[in-house]
């Protein structure tokens, strides 16, 4: 079936270091969210990606949808302790319901 | 503006019980609304989903079952849960066409023992 594979599963980092978590599907997306789930919490929407090779900034966050629209990545420059959670990819494979991926725990070591 | 409201937050329910999770959203209508389930530390596995009052997709076989009895409410429903149930229970809805982001309720943490 359709799958949404992301790696790494877990990522610990030192405050201030960059992090990234990359998604690839086995299929072509026609659109792939991020999503964030801290501790507790539920997953909150981060950002849409639509075109090819599309990169979109949110201060500190970057990310980036492949030219082939299968895979994406999100990299987090200088990591604070506000950044600790689960980072989640989902994308749309043409199904009503989204495909996520198995997520990224972030944990950050002041 | 819109809102979801998901409960109860958490249950500790015996194996064999049933069960009954309700989700209601409010400020918006004809939502598609969706069931997923999280295992600790894991990703999140779709279970139903709706676009439509009676209507239900289901993604995964098992003991499990979601009605949608309103436009705006959505059931999470089992005759008799298993160990295998437990898990973060999360109720989400996004808009039937444009932007189709998520968004999600607080969550039910279910404890079966």
């Known amino acids: 079936g359709q799958q949404v594979m992301q790696i790494p599963q877990y990522q610990h980092v030192q405050e201030g270091e960059d992090f990234t978590t990359y998604c690839n599907s086995s299929t072509t997306l026609s659109n792939i969210q991020w999503y964030k789930q801290r501790p507790g919490g539920h997953p909150v929407f981060l950002i849409q990606l639509v075109k090819s090779g599309e990169v979109k900034k949110q201060k500190r966050l970057t990310f980036q949808f492949g030219e082939a629209k299968k895979n994406s990545s999100l990299h987090i420059t200088a990591t604070q302790t506000t950044d600790v959670g689960t980072y989640f990819c989902?994308?749309?494979?043409?199904?009503?319901?989204?495909?996520f991926g198995s997520g990224t725990r972030l944990q950050v070591q002041p | 503006s819109q809102t979801i409201h998901q409960w109860p937050a958490t249950l500790v329910q015996p194996v064999g019980s049933p069960l009954s999770l309700e989700c209601t959203v409010e400020?918006?209508?004809?939502?598609?609304l969706y069931w997923y389930r999280q295992a600790a530390g894991r990703g999140l596995q779709l279970l139903f989903y709706s676009v439509g009052i009676g209507q239900i997709s289901s993604e995964v076989p098992q003991n499990l079952s979601a009605s949608r009895p309103q436009d705006r409410q959505f059931i999470l429903s089992s005759k008799k849960l298993l160990l295998s149930d437990s898990g973060f229970y999360l109720c989400a809805w996004n808009l039937r066409t444009g932007v189709e982001k998520l968004f999600f309720g607080s969550g039910t943490q279910l404890s079966v023992l």
């Open positions: 989902a994308g749309d494979t043409g199904r009503r319901a989204l495909t």
């Open positions: 400020g918006t209508s004809n939502p598609n």
